[in-house]
Nanobody
């Protein structure tokens, strides 16, 4: 079955950086668009970024444009989210997502931005 496993979250100070990873299995990774979402406590899940199958086309949520970069390595079945200039309002659980007939989600990885 399809599995998405995120990693790379943690505690970082404001202005710092983190790189999240999501490894996919059980699907043809190079054929699916990959997405990152996040959910902060008490808030709805929010779109962060997505990337096309070949990696050439990306899109970002307004709140992360210019600070976050999504990229993928199809040889490793992995999508990444490079997060720079982190702010306290980036604190959330970050989820990897794809759609292949059904909607698939990872278990999430916690990112906490705090001094």
């Amino acid at each position: 079955q399809v599995q998405l496993v995120e990693s790379g979250g943690g505690l970082v100070e404001p202005g710092g950086s983190l790189r999240l990873s999501c490894v996919a299995s059980g699907l043809t990774f190079s054929s699916v668009t990959m997405r990152w979402y996040r959910q902060a406590p008490g808030k709805e899940r929010e779109f962060v970024a997505d990337i096309s199958t070949g990696g050439r086309v990306t899109d970002y949520g307004e709140s992360v444009k210019g600070r976050f970069t999504i990229f993928r390595d199809n040889a490793k079945n992995t999508v990444y989210l490079q997060m720079n200039s982190l702010r306290s309002d980036d604190t959330a659980v970050y989820y990897c997502n794809t759609r292949s007939g059904l909607d698939y989600w990872g278990q999430g990885t916690q990112v906490t931005v705090s001094s």
